[in-house]
Structure formats: structure tokens, C-alpha cells
């Protein structure tokens, strides 16, 4: 019914978690949205089409980016894919001059 989504490493040789302060406002976002029951959000969705994105992934970006004032989807994907870029740079940019030392 859903597109499959981990939060577990990707298949890169990277952990997103250790870049994550402890304290950081997206674990609280993170915590608070995974303790919401699947049956909330399977109980609005008549299904049918292709497979989704997790409504809980998709809670979890719109809930920060409010808290964050943006509230346009056109800004919440700018800032999304604009930070997935910021950190893939500075983790290549990292890895890169580890394997040349």
C-alpha cells in the first residue's frame, strides 16, 4: 500500500543519525510522529493507484517545515532537496579527502 521507507544507513557508508545533534527539534518531530497509530492514517486512505509515500515520512517533513515557517509545499521541497545537497556535499567533500590523505 506504501512505498517502503528506513531510517536505518542507506547503502552508502553513511549514518544521517550521527549528524543529528541529540537535542535537535527533528528527533522530537521524528519521536512524536512515529507514537501516532498506522490506523489513523490507513483509515483515510481508500487505497487503489500506485503505492505512496508513508503518511508518516510526509507528516514528519510538514510538521517541521511549519515549525520551521514555511508552510508553501513549493519552499518545503526547495528546502528538503536543498539541504539533501548540502549534507551529500559536505559527506563526499569528506569522504573524498580521507581516501586522498
Not at 518545503?76 to 559527506?91: A, Y
Amino acid at each position: 500500500m506504501y512505498i517502503q521507507y528506513t531510517m536505518d544507513p542507506l547503502c552508502l557508508p553513511m549514518d544521517l543519525e550521527e549528524d543529528i545533534p541529540p537535542n535537535h527539534l527533528v528527533r522530537v518531530v521524528n519521536a512524536a510522529v512515529n507514537r501516532l497509530d498506522d490506523a489513523i492514517f490507513d483509515a483515510a486512505y481508500p487505497g487503489g493507484g500506485r503505492d505512496s509515500y508513508h503518511p508518516k515520512m510526509l507528516t514528519k517533513v510538514i510538521i517541521y517545515a511549519y515549525t520551521q515557517r514555511i508552510y508553501s509545499s513549493r519552499q518545503i521541497r526547495v528546502q528538503n532537496w536543498g539541504q539533501m545537497l548540502l549534507q551529500l556535499s559536505v559527506f563526499f567533500r569528506e569522504r573524498i579527502g580521507q581516501c586522498l590523505r
